[in-house]
Protein backbone atom coordinates (compact mmCIF):
# COMPACT_ATOMS: atom_id res chain seq x y z
CA UNK A 1 0.00 0.00 0.00
CA UNK A 2 1.48 3.20 -1.04
CA UNK A 3 1.74 6.53 1.14
CA UNK A 4 0.81 8.20 -2.06
CA UNK A 5 -2.37 9.88 -3.55
CA UNK A 6 -3.23 8.16 -6.66
CA UNK A 7 -1.87 10.01 -9.93
CA UNK A 8 -5.64 10.26 -10.67
CA UNK A 9 -5.85 12.27 -7.72
CA UNK A 10 -2.70 14.25 -7.75
CA UNK A 11 -3.52 14.93 -11.81
CA UNK A 12 -7.09 16.52 -10.63
CA UNK A 13 -4.98 18.31 -7.40
CA UNK A 14 -2.74 20.34 -9.09
CA UNK A 15 -4.58 21.11 -12.37
CA UNK A 16 -7.24 22.49 -10.07
CA UNK A 17 -5.05 24.12 -8.05
CA UNK A 18 -4.26 25.92 -11.20
CA UNK A 19 -7.53 26.65 -12.23
CA UNK A 20 -8.94 27.62 -8.88
CA UNK A 21 -6.27 30.15 -8.07
CA UNK A 22 -6.52 32.03 -11.24
CA UNK A 23 -10.12 31.95 -10.86
CA UNK A 24 -10.22 33.30 -7.49
CA UNK A 25 -7.72 36.10 -8.97
CA UNK A 26 -10.03 36.46 -11.95
CA UNK A 27 -12.82 37.06 -10.08
CA UNK A 28 -11.53 39.92 -7.20
CA UNK A 29 -10.21 40.80 -10.56
CA UNK A 30 -12.87 41.46 -12.51
CA UNK A 31 -15.13 42.89 -9.71
CA UNK A 32 -12.75 45.65 -9.13
CA UNK A 33 -12.50 47.40 -13.08
CA UNK A 34 -14.58 49.44 -15.06
CA UNK A 35 -11.66 48.55 -18.29
CA UNK A 36 -11.83 46.42 -20.99
CA UNK A 37 -9.99 44.20 -19.00
CA UNK A 38 -13.50 43.54 -17.70
CA UNK A 39 -15.61 41.38 -20.39
CA UNK A 40 -12.09 39.49 -21.32
CA UNK A 41 -12.36 38.34 -17.44
CA UNK A 42 -15.64 37.90 -17.36
CA UNK A 43 -15.88 35.72 -20.47
CA UNK A 44 -13.01 33.47 -18.48
CA UNK A 45 -14.99 33.60 -15.33
CA UNK A 46 -18.30 31.58 -16.26
CA UNK A 47 -16.57 29.24 -18.86
CA UNK A 48 -13.86 28.43 -16.19
CA UNK A 49 -16.50 28.04 -13.16
CA UNK A 50 -18.44 25.10 -14.85
CA UNK A 51 -14.94 23.30 -15.56
CA UNK A 52 -14.10 23.83 -11.86
CA UNK A 53 -17.88 22.52 -11.10
CA UNK A 54 -17.39 19.88 -13.61
CA UNK A 55 -13.97 18.54 -12.18
CA UNK A 56 -15.11 18.77 -8.80
CA UNK A 57 -17.82 16.25 -9.31
CA UNK A 58 -15.25 13.92 -11.03
CA UNK A 59 -12.76 14.29 -8.10
CA UNK A 60 -15.10 13.55 -5.26
CA UNK A 61 -16.53 10.88 -7.44
CA UNK A 62 -12.48 9.61 -7.28
CA UNK A 63 -12.20 10.43 -3.64
CA UNK A 64 -14.97 8.32 -2.51
CA UNK A 65 -13.95 5.98 -4.44
CA UNK A 66 -10.10 5.78 -3.32
CA UNK A 67 -9.39 6.33 0.05
CA UNK A 68 -6.36 8.97 0.60
CA UNK A 69 -2.73 8.25 2.66
CA UNK A 70 -3.60 8.05 6.37
CA UNK A 71 -1.69 11.42 7.98
CA UNK A 72 1.03 10.37 10.55
CA UNK A 73 0.16 8.89 13.23
CA UNK A 74 2.11 11.21 15.73
CA UNK A 75 -0.10 14.80 14.29
CA UNK A 76 -1.60 15.74 16.88
CA UNK A 77 -5.19 15.26 17.27
CA UNK A 78 -6.36 18.80 16.61
CA UNK A 79 -4.18 18.68 13.93
CA UNK A 80 -5.90 15.97 12.28
CA UNK A 81 -9.12 17.30 12.71
CA UNK A 82 -8.29 20.57 11.33
CA UNK A 83 -6.86 18.93 8.18
CA UNK A 84 -9.99 16.78 7.70
CA UNK A 85 -12.36 19.52 8.27
CA UNK A 86 -10.31 22.06 5.89
CA UNK A 87 -10.77 19.28 3.56
CA UNK A 88 -14.43 18.68 3.82
CA UNK A 89 -14.53 22.76 3.40
CA UNK A 90 -12.20 23.06 0.12
CA UNK A 91 -14.24 20.50 -1.46
CA UNK A 92 -18.20 22.18 -0.53
CA UNK A 93 -16.83 25.33 -1.57
CA UNK A 94 -15.32 24.23 -5.01
CA UNK A 95 -18.37 22.73 -5.58
CA UNK A 96 -20.82 25.41 -4.24
CA UNK A 97 -18.82 28.18 -6.23
CA UNK A 98 -19.94 27.43 -8.97
CA UNK A 99 -23.08 26.33 -8.32
CA UNK A 100 -23.57 29.87 -6.83
CA UNK A 101 -22.64 31.68 -9.44
CA UNK A 102 -24.49 29.93 -12.06
CA UNK A 103 -27.83 30.30 -9.65
CA UNK A 104 -26.97 34.29 -9.16
CA UNK A 105 -27.20 34.73 -12.87
CA UNK A 106 -30.31 32.54 -12.96
CA UNK A 107 -32.10 35.05 -10.31
CA UNK A 108 -30.80 38.30 -12.51
CA UNK A 109 -32.15 36.46 -15.69
CA UNK A 110 -29.34 36.61 -16.73
CA UNK A 111 -28.38 34.65 -19.68
CA UNK A 112 -25.16 31.61 -18.37
CA UNK A 113 -23.01 32.05 -21.50
CA UNK A 114 -20.17 29.63 -21.73
CA UNK A 115 -18.82 31.04 -24.98
CA UNK A 116 -21.06 33.06 -28.21
CA UNK A 117 -24.28 31.19 -28.74
CA UNK A 118 -23.74 28.26 -25.99
CA UNK A 119 -26.06 28.44 -22.75
CA UNK A 120 -26.74 26.76 -19.78
CA UNK A 121 -30.32 26.65 -18.50
CA UNK A 122 -31.42 28.94 -15.54
CA UNK A 123 -30.92 26.52 -12.09
CA UNK A 124 -33.41 28.83 -9.94
CA UNK A 125 -36.55 31.35 -10.47
CA UNK A 126 -35.64 34.95 -11.60
CA UNK A 127 -36.05 36.90 -8.00
CA UNK A 128 -34.17 40.11 -7.01
CA UNK A 129 -33.45 39.56 -3.37
CA UNK A 130 -32.68 35.83 -3.90
CA UNK A 131 -29.85 38.00 -6.63
CA UNK A 132 -28.96 40.09 -4.23
CA UNK A 133 -28.14 37.82 -1.26
CA UNK A 134 -26.52 34.75 -3.98
CA UNK A 135 -24.07 37.94 -4.87
CA UNK A 136 -23.38 38.67 -1.95
CA UNK A 137 -22.71 34.92 -0.30
CA UNK A 138 -20.90 34.27 -4.16
CA UNK A 139 -18.05 37.74 -2.70
CA UNK A 140 -18.13 36.09 1.18
CA UNK A 141 -17.12 32.35 -0.05
CA UNK A 142 -14.83 33.70 -2.70
CA UNK A 143 -12.71 35.09 0.13
CA UNK A 144 -13.47 32.23 2.40
CA UNK A 145 -11.98 29.71 -0.74
CA UNK A 146 -8.95 31.59 -0.82
CA UNK A 147 -8.31 32.12 2.94
CA UNK A 148 -8.61 28.47 3.41
CA UNK A 149 -6.47 27.60 0.29
CA UNK A 150 -3.75 29.82 1.79
CA UNK A 151 -4.17 27.71 5.26
CA UNK A 152 -3.93 24.52 3.14
CA UNK A 153 -0.42 25.88 1.66
CA UNK A 154 0.75 26.75 4.72
CA UNK A 155 0.16 23.71 6.29
CA UNK A 156 1.35 21.47 3.31
CA UNK A 157 4.58 23.61 3.36
CA UNK A 158 4.66 22.98 6.55
CA UNK A 159 4.79 19.26 6.52
CA UNK A 160 7.12 19.53 3.45
CA UNK A 161 9.34 21.69 5.32
CA UNK A 162 9.62 21.77 9.51
CA UNK A 163 7.98 18.44 9.80
CA UNK A 164 9.39 16.42 6.53
CA UNK A 165 6.74 13.64 7.72
CA UNK A 166 5.79 12.47 4.25
CA UNK A 167 2.29 14.54 3.75
CA UNK A 168 3.48 16.93 1.18
CA UNK A 169 5.14 14.04 -1.11
CA UNK A 170 1.77 11.88 -0.68
CA UNK A 171 0.28 14.88 -3.31
CA UNK A 172 3.39 15.89 -4.69
CA UNK A 173 3.45 16.04 -8.34
CA UNK B 1 9.78 11.58 19.43
CA UNK B 2 9.47 10.49 15.66
CA UNK B 3 12.34 8.66 15.28
CA UNK B 4 10.72 6.06 17.09
CA UNK B 5 8.33 5.48 14.23
CA UNK B 6 8.88 3.43 11.05
CA UNK B 7 9.89 5.32 8.20
CA UNK B 8 9.01 4.23 4.55
CA UNK B 9 10.69 6.15 1.73
CA UNK B 10 8.16 8.63 1.11
CA UNK B 11 7.75 9.26 4.60
CA UNK B 12 10.64 12.03 4.20
CA UNK B 13 13.86 12.89 6.57
CA UNK B 14 12.34 13.64 9.81
CA UNK B 15 11.51 16.95 11.64
CA UNK B 16 13.79 19.89 10.85
CA UNK B 17 15.65 21.07 14.26
CA UNK B 18 17.38 24.02 15.87
CA UNK B 19 17.39 27.73 14.12
CA UNK B 20 16.61 26.22 10.35
CA UNK B 21 12.71 25.96 11.57
CA UNK B 22 12.81 29.42 11.99
CA UNK B 23 13.96 30.18 8.50
CA UNK B 24 11.73 27.44 6.89
CA UNK B 25 8.47 29.24 9.12
CA UNK B 26 9.61 32.75 8.12
CA UNK B 27 9.50 31.52 4.13
CA UNK B 28 6.47 29.86 4.59
CA UNK B 29 4.87 33.55 6.21
CA UNK B 30 6.31 35.18 3.33
CA UNK B 31 4.71 32.41 0.69
CA UNK B 32 1.21 33.65 2.31
CA UNK B 33 1.93 37.42 2.74
CA UNK B 34 3.16 37.24 -1.53
CA UNK B 35 -0.24 35.32 -2.31
CA UNK B 36 -2.45 37.58 0.01
CA UNK B 37 -0.90 40.59 -1.12
CA UNK B 38 -1.28 39.85 -4.89
CA UNK B 39 -4.36 38.68 -4.13
CA UNK B 40 -5.61 42.03 -2.96
CA UNK B 41 -3.02 43.56 -5.44
CA UNK B 42 -5.54 42.21 -8.14
CA UNK B 43 -8.69 42.87 -6.11
CA UNK B 44 -7.90 46.76 -6.04
CA UNK B 45 -7.34 47.56 -2.13
CA UNK B 46 -3.96 48.52 -2.76
CA UNK B 47 -4.81 51.45 -5.59
CA UNK B 48 -7.26 53.29 -4.50
CA UNK B 49 -6.85 55.29 -8.06
CA UNK B 50 -8.18 52.35 -10.12
CA UNK B 51 -11.90 53.33 -11.22
CA UNK B 52 -14.32 50.63 -10.07
CA UNK B 53 -17.84 49.87 -10.34
CA UNK B 54 -18.24 50.19 -6.84
CA UNK B 55 -16.51 54.31 -7.51
CA UNK B 56 -18.99 55.04 -10.47
CA UNK B 57 -22.12 53.58 -8.93
CA UNK B 58 -21.05 55.74 -5.45
CA UNK B 59 -20.73 59.03 -7.72
CA UNK B 60 -24.13 58.55 -9.39
CA UNK B 61 -25.58 58.39 -6.23
CA UNK B 62 -23.98 61.24 -4.54
CA UNK B 63 -25.02 63.16 -7.76
CA UNK B 64 -28.95 61.80 -7.37
CA UNK B 65 -29.29 61.42 -3.62
CA UNK B 66 -30.37 57.97 -2.39
CA UNK B 67 -33.11 56.20 -3.55
CA UNK B 68 -32.97 53.09 -2.64
CA UNK B 69 -34.77 50.21 -5.16
CA UNK B 70 -34.22 52.19 -8.01
CA UNK B 71 -31.82 52.43 -10.91
CA UNK B 72 -28.82 54.67 -9.87
CA UNK B 73 -29.12 55.92 -13.36
CA UNK B 74 -32.16 56.33 -15.82
CA UNK B 75 -34.56 55.72 -12.95
CA UNK B 76 -37.98 57.02 -14.07
CA UNK B 77 -39.16 54.50 -16.37
CA UNK B 78 -41.48 52.31 -18.30
CA UNK B 79 -41.96 48.64 -19.31
CA UNK B 80 -42.69 48.17 -22.94
CA UNK B 81 -42.93 44.74 -25.21
CA UNK B 82 -43.57 43.49 -28.64
CA UNK B 83 -41.48 42.29 -31.02
CA UNK B 84 -38.50 42.29 -33.45
CA UNK B 85 -38.85 41.01 -37.24
CA UNK B 86 -35.97 41.02 -39.46
CA UNK B 87 -35.97 42.07 -43.00
CA UNK B 88 -33.49 39.47 -43.95
CA UNK B 89 -30.65 42.65 -44.70
CA UNK B 90 -28.94 41.99 -41.11
CA UNK B 91 -27.90 38.72 -42.32
CA UNK B 92 -25.25 40.08 -44.75
CA UNK B 93 -23.53 42.19 -41.65
CA UNK B 94 -23.86 39.65 -39.09
CA UNK B 95 -25.41 35.88 -38.67
CA UNK B 96 -26.92 36.71 -35.33
CA UNK B 97 -30.69 34.78 -35.27
CA UNK B 98 -32.41 38.03 -34.28
CA UNK B 99 -31.98 38.85 -37.97
CA UNK B 100 -33.25 36.25 -39.56
CA UNK B 101 -36.67 37.09 -39.77
CA UNK B 102 -38.17 35.17 -37.00
CA UNK B 103 -40.65 36.95 -35.13
CA UNK B 104 -38.68 37.93 -32.05
CA UNK B 105 -40.00 38.76 -28.48
CA UNK B 106 -38.50 41.85 -27.30
CA UNK B 107 -39.23 43.25 -23.80
CA UNK B 108 -37.69 46.60 -22.52
CA UNK B 109 -37.50 49.92 -21.08
CA UNK B 110 -38.59 53.53 -21.84
CA UNK B 111 -36.91 56.06 -19.27
CA UNK B 112 -35.55 59.10 -18.89
CA UNK B 113 -31.70 59.60 -18.51
CA UNK B 114 -32.53 61.03 -15.21
CA UNK B 115 -30.46 59.39 -11.80
CA UNK B 116 -34.01 60.70 -10.11
CA UNK B 117 -36.99 58.40 -10.00
CA UNK B 118 -38.83 61.37 -9.02
CA UNK B 119 -38.23 64.17 -11.50
CA UNK B 120 -41.13 65.80 -13.38
CA UNK B 121 -40.62 64.66 -17.37
CA UNK B 122 -40.23 67.70 -18.58
CA UNK B 123 -37.03 68.38 -16.78
CA UNK B 124 -35.16 65.09 -18.87
CA UNK B 125 -34.38 66.30 -22.43
CA UNK B 126 -32.83 62.72 -23.14
CA UNK B 127 -34.66 59.37 -23.04
CA UNK B 128 -33.52 56.22 -23.43
CA UNK B 129 -34.43 53.04 -25.20
CA UNK B 130 -33.22 49.75 -23.71
CA UNK B 131 -34.52 46.14 -25.38
CA UNK B 132 -33.87 42.30 -24.55
CA UNK B 133 -33.94 40.44 -27.76
CA UNK B 134 -35.17 37.10 -26.87
CA UNK B 135 -35.12 34.37 -29.96
CA UNK B 136 -36.36 31.29 -29.68
CA UNK B 137 -32.27 29.95 -29.74
CA UNK B 138 -31.78 31.50 -26.37
CA UNK B 139 -28.97 33.61 -28.41
CA UNK B 140 -29.98 36.80 -26.52
CA UNK B 141 -29.37 40.47 -27.33
CA UNK B 142 -29.51 43.46 -24.85
CA UNK B 143 -28.90 46.87 -25.97
CA UNK B 144 -29.28 50.60 -24.55
CA UNK B 145 -29.81 53.69 -27.00
CA UNK B 146 -30.62 57.60 -26.11
CA UNK B 147 -31.96 59.85 -28.21
CA UNK B 148 -28.83 62.05 -28.04
CA UNK B 149 -26.56 61.94 -31.36
CA UNK B 150 -23.33 61.22 -29.27
CA UNK B 151 -22.35 60.49 -25.79
CA UNK B 152 -20.50 63.29 -23.72
CA UNK B 153 -17.45 61.66 -22.83
CA UNK B 154 -15.39 59.07 -24.31
CA UNK B 155 -14.57 56.65 -21.31
CA UNK B 156 -15.39 55.59 -17.99
CA UNK B 157 -12.82 58.01 -16.00
CA UNK B 158 -14.31 60.98 -18.13
CA UNK B 159 -17.82 60.12 -17.36
CA UNK B 160 -16.61 59.88 -13.40
CA UNK B 161 -14.89 62.81 -13.75
CA UNK B 162 -18.06 64.26 -15.82
CA UNK B 163 -20.11 63.40 -12.75
CA UNK B 164 -18.12 65.36 -10.37
CA UNK B 165 -18.13 68.24 -12.10
CA UNK B 166 -22.01 67.89 -12.79
CA UNK B 167 -22.40 67.51 -9.06
CA UNK B 168 -25.46 69.59 -7.46
CA UNK B 169 -24.23 72.22 -4.87
CA UNK B 170 -26.81 71.87 -2.19
CA UNK B 171 -27.26 75.64 -2.20
CA UNK B 172 -28.81 76.07 -5.38
CA UNK B 173 -29.10 72.27 -6.57
CA UNK B 174 -27.60 73.05 -9.83
CA UNK B 175 -23.75 71.97 -10.41
CA UNK B 176 -21.13 74.70 -9.71
CA UNK B 177 -20.60 76.80 -13.16
CA UNK B 178 -16.77 76.81 -12.57
CA UNK B 179 -16.43 73.52 -12.37
CA UNK B 180 -18.77 72.84 -15.41
CA UNK B 181 -16.27 75.08 -17.12
CA UNK B 182 -13.03 73.76 -16.02
CA UNK B 183 -14.14 70.22 -16.72
CA UNK B 184 -15.18 71.53 -20.43
CA UNK B 185 -11.72 73.41 -20.97
CA UNK B 186 -9.82 70.33 -20.03
CA UNK B 187 -12.13 68.40 -21.87
CA UNK B 188 -12.95 69.34 -25.78
CA UNK B 189 -14.17 66.48 -26.80
CA UNK B 190 -16.97 66.74 -24.44
CA UNK B 191 -17.45 70.41 -25.12
CA UNK B 192 -17.45 69.49 -28.73
CA UNK B 193 -19.99 66.90 -27.87
CA UNK B 194 -22.74 69.21 -26.47
CA UNK B 195 -22.59 70.88 -29.22
CA UNK B 196 -23.86 68.30 -31.06
CA UNK B 197 -26.00 67.22 -28.86
CA UNK B 198 -27.39 70.74 -28.64
CA UNK B 199 -27.69 70.96 -32.48
CA UNK B 200 -29.75 68.13 -32.61
CA UNK B 201 -33.48 68.45 -33.13
CA UNK B 202 -35.60 67.46 -29.97
CA UNK B 203 -37.75 64.64 -30.23
CA UNK B 204 -41.11 65.64 -29.16
CA UNK B 205 -42.13 62.24 -27.55
CA UNK B 206 -40.97 58.69 -26.56
CA UNK B 207 -42.77 57.60 -29.50
CA UNK B 208 -41.43 59.90 -32.36
CA UNK B 209 -37.53 59.44 -30.99
CA UNK B 210 -35.14 58.48 -32.28
CA UNK B 211 -32.25 55.89 -30.08
CA UNK B 212 -29.17 55.95 -30.96
CA UNK B 213 -27.01 53.23 -29.47
CA UNK B 214 -24.18 55.05 -29.15
CA UNK B 215 -21.60 52.76 -28.93
CA UNK B 216 -19.64 51.17 -31.55
CA UNK B 217 -19.76 46.56 -31.91
CA UNK B 218 -18.33 44.32 -34.63
CA UNK B 219 -20.84 42.57 -36.29
CA UNK B 220 -19.55 38.93 -38.11
CA UNK B 221 -21.42 37.22 -40.29
CA UNK B 222 -21.56 33.67 -41.28
CA UNK B 223 -18.57 33.94 -43.83
CA UNK B 224 -16.46 35.34 -40.99
CA UNK B 225 -16.49 39.00 -42.30
CA UNK B 226 -16.13 41.76 -39.73
CA UNK B 227 -17.83 45.18 -39.73
CA UNK B 228 -17.42 47.38 -37.02
CA UNK B 229 -21.33 49.26 -36.43
CA UNK B 230 -22.93 51.58 -34.53
CA UNK B 231 -27.44 51.18 -34.42
CA UNK B 232 -30.68 53.30 -33.93
CA UNK B 233 -34.09 52.55 -33.84
CA UNK B 234 -35.39 55.22 -36.25
CA UNK B 235 -39.37 56.02 -35.44
CA UNK B 236 -42.17 55.20 -38.24
CA UNK B 237 -44.37 57.43 -36.84
CA UNK B 238 -43.90 61.01 -37.03
CA UNK B 239 -44.57 64.18 -35.02
CA UNK B 240 -42.97 67.25 -33.89
CA UNK B 241 -45.78 68.45 -31.70
CA UNK B 242 -45.30 68.46 -28.04
CA UNK B 243 -47.59 66.47 -25.84
CA UNK B 244 -49.89 68.98 -23.53
CA UNK B 245 -47.51 69.36 -20.67
CA UNK B 246 -50.58 67.64 -18.27
CA UNK B 247 -48.73 67.06 -15.74
CA UNK B 248 -45.42 65.66 -13.92
CA UNK B 249 -45.23 62.53 -15.95
CA UNK B 250 -46.97 63.61 -19.42
CA UNK B 251 -44.38 62.06 -21.82
CA UNK B 252 -44.95 58.66 -20.32
CA UNK B 253 -48.98 59.05 -20.29
CA UNK B 254 -48.51 60.44 -23.96
CA UNK B 255 -46.93 57.36 -24.71
CA UNK B 256 -49.91 54.83 -22.76
CA UNK B 257 -52.23 56.83 -24.98
CA UNK B 258 -50.24 56.05 -28.41
CA UNK B 259 -49.99 52.55 -27.36
CA UNK B 260 -53.49 52.75 -26.66
CA UNK B 261 -54.32 53.63 -30.46
CA UNK B 262 -52.24 50.87 -31.94
CA UNK B 263 -49.00 49.42 -31.93
CA UNK B 264 -45.84 52.03 -32.34
CA UNK B 265 -43.11 51.10 -34.90
CA UNK B 266 -39.52 51.40 -35.19
CA UNK B 267 -36.84 50.75 -37.87
CA UNK B 268 -33.19 49.10 -36.41
CA UNK B 269 -30.77 50.98 -38.95
CA UNK B 270 -27.38 49.63 -38.44
CA UNK B 271 -24.19 52.07 -39.18
CA UNK B 272 -21.47 50.67 -41.03
CA UNK B 273 -18.19 52.33 -39.87
CA UNK B 274 -15.99 53.45 -42.80
CA UNK B 275 -12.28 52.02 -42.55
CA UNK B 276 -10.88 55.41 -41.10
CA UNK B 277 -13.79 56.04 -38.78
CA UNK B 278 -13.16 55.80 -35.24
CA UNK B 279 -14.71 53.02 -33.39
CA UNK B 280 -13.20 53.54 -29.64
CA UNK B 281 -14.78 57.53 -29.21
CA UNK B 282 -18.41 57.49 -28.95
CA UNK B 283 -18.30 61.76 -28.55
CA UNK B 284 -17.63 61.15 -32.50
CA UNK B 285 -20.01 61.27 -35.08
CA UNK B 286 -19.43 59.05 -37.92
CA UNK B 287 -19.62 61.04 -41.61
CA UNK B 288 -23.53 61.30 -42.60
CA UNK B 289 -22.23 59.57 -45.75
CA UNK B 290 -21.83 55.86 -44.38
CA UNK B 291 -23.69 53.08 -45.32
CA UNK B 292 -27.01 52.66 -43.31
CA UNK B 293 -28.77 49.00 -43.61
CA UNK B 294 -32.54 48.86 -42.19
CA UNK B 295 -32.78 45.24 -40.91
CA UNK B 296 -35.71 45.29 -39.29
CA UNK B 297 -39.13 46.45 -37.75
CA UNK B 298 -39.54 46.97 -33.82
CA UNK B 299 -43.05 46.96 -33.01
CA UNK B 300 -43.73 47.80 -29.41
CA UNK B 301 -47.76 47.08 -28.40
CA UNK B 302 -47.76 46.66 -24.77
CA UNK B 303 -47.00 49.27 -21.89
CA UNK B 304 -46.34 48.85 -18.16
CA UNK B 305 -45.56 49.78 -15.25
CA UNK B 306 -42.35 49.20 -13.86
CA UNK B 307 -43.82 47.71 -10.63
CA UNK B 308 -45.75 45.10 -12.05
CA UNK B 309 -43.67 44.61 -15.49
CA UNK B 310 -40.63 42.72 -16.80
CA UNK B 311 -38.47 45.63 -17.15
CA UNK B 312 -37.54 46.73 -13.44
CA UNK B 313 -35.14 43.97 -12.20
CA UNK B 314 -32.81 43.47 -14.94
CA UNK B 315 -29.92 44.97 -16.45
CA UNK B 316 -29.66 46.27 -20.16
CA UNK B 317 -26.27 44.77 -19.89
CA UNK B 318 -24.59 45.75 -23.40
CA UNK B 319 -22.44 42.79 -23.04
CA UNK B 320 -25.19 40.66 -23.50
CA UNK B 321 -24.62 39.81 -27.50
CA UNK B 322 -25.29 36.61 -29.14
CA UNK B 323 -22.95 35.09 -32.02
CA UNK B 324 -22.33 37.61 -34.54
CA UNK B 325 -22.21 40.91 -32.33
CA UNK B 326 -19.03 40.90 -30.52
CA UNK B 327 -17.55 44.31 -28.61
CA UNK B 328 -15.42 46.63 -30.45
CA UNK B 329 -12.42 48.57 -28.71
CA UNK B 330 -14.92 51.25 -27.51
CA UNK B 331 -14.29 51.15 -23.96
CA UNK B 332 -18.30 51.75 -22.74
CA UNK B 333 -19.55 48.64 -23.05
CA UNK B 334 -17.18 46.55 -20.43
CA UNK B 335 -17.85 49.99 -18.46
CA UNK B 336 -21.39 49.87 -18.31
CA UNK B 337 -21.86 45.92 -17.47
CA UNK B 338 -19.65 46.42 -15.03
CA UNK B 339 -20.94 49.64 -13.52
CA UNK B 340 -24.57 47.79 -13.92
CA UNK B 341 -23.83 44.94 -12.19
CA UNK B 342 -22.87 46.79 -9.10
CA UNK B 343 -26.07 48.89 -9.60
CA UNK B 344 -28.45 45.84 -9.48
CA UNK B 345 -26.57 44.45 -6.90
CA UNK B 346 -27.49 47.22 -4.75
CA UNK B 347 -30.95 48.26 -5.71
CA UNK B 348 -31.88 44.38 -6.05
CA UNK B 349 -31.12 44.11 -1.90
CA UNK B 350 -33.02 46.88 -1.07
CA UNK B 351 -36.89 47.09 -0.82
CA UNK B 352 -38.63 48.33 -3.52
CA UNK B 353 -40.47 51.51 -3.61
CA UNK B 354 -43.36 52.03 -6.02
CA UNK B 355 -42.71 54.10 -9.74
CA UNK B 356 -44.01 57.57 -10.34
CA UNK B 357 -45.29 55.66 -13.18
CA UNK B 358 -48.24 54.12 -12.45
CA UNK B 359 -50.53 51.76 -15.26
CA UNK B 360 -50.94 48.15 -15.66
CA UNK B 361 -50.60 46.31 -18.85
CA UNK B 362 -51.78 48.26 -21.37
CA UNK B 363 -52.19 46.56 -24.79
CA UNK B 364 -52.04 48.15 -28.48
CA UNK B 365 -55.57 48.45 -30.08
CA UNK B 366 -57.32 48.29 -26.23
CA UNK B 367 -59.55 50.83 -26.22
CA UNK B 368 -58.91 54.57 -26.28
Known amino acids: MSGHFTGTARLLHWLMAVLILTMLFIGVGMVSTVSTRYQLLVGIHRPLGIAILVLALIRLGWRLGHPPPPLPADLPTVQQALAKLSHYLLYLLMLVLPLVGWGMLSAQDYPVQLWPGVHLPPILPASPMLYATLRSAHTVLAYLFFATILAHVAAALMHGLVRRDGVFSSMAP | ?368
Open chain 2, 1 to 368: MSHHLPHGPQDGPGPVRGPAVVVRLAAIGAVVLIAAGGFAYTGGWLSPGRLSPDRVVDALEANNGQHPGFRRNHAKGICIAGTFKGNGAGSALSKASVFAGADVPVIGRLALAAGRPDVPDASSPVWSMALRFLPAAGDEWRTGMNNIPVFPVRDAEEFAGFLVAMRPEPATGKPDPAAVQAFLAAHPATAAALQTIKAAPPAASFATATYNGLNAFRFVNAEGEAAAVRWSMVPEQAGTEQPALSGPNYLFDELIGAVRQGPLHWQLVVTVAGPADVTADPTVAWPADRQRVAVGTLTIDTVEGEDTGSCRDVTFDPLVLPAGIEPADDPFPAARSAAYAEGLRRRDGEVKQPSAVQVSAVRAGEGG
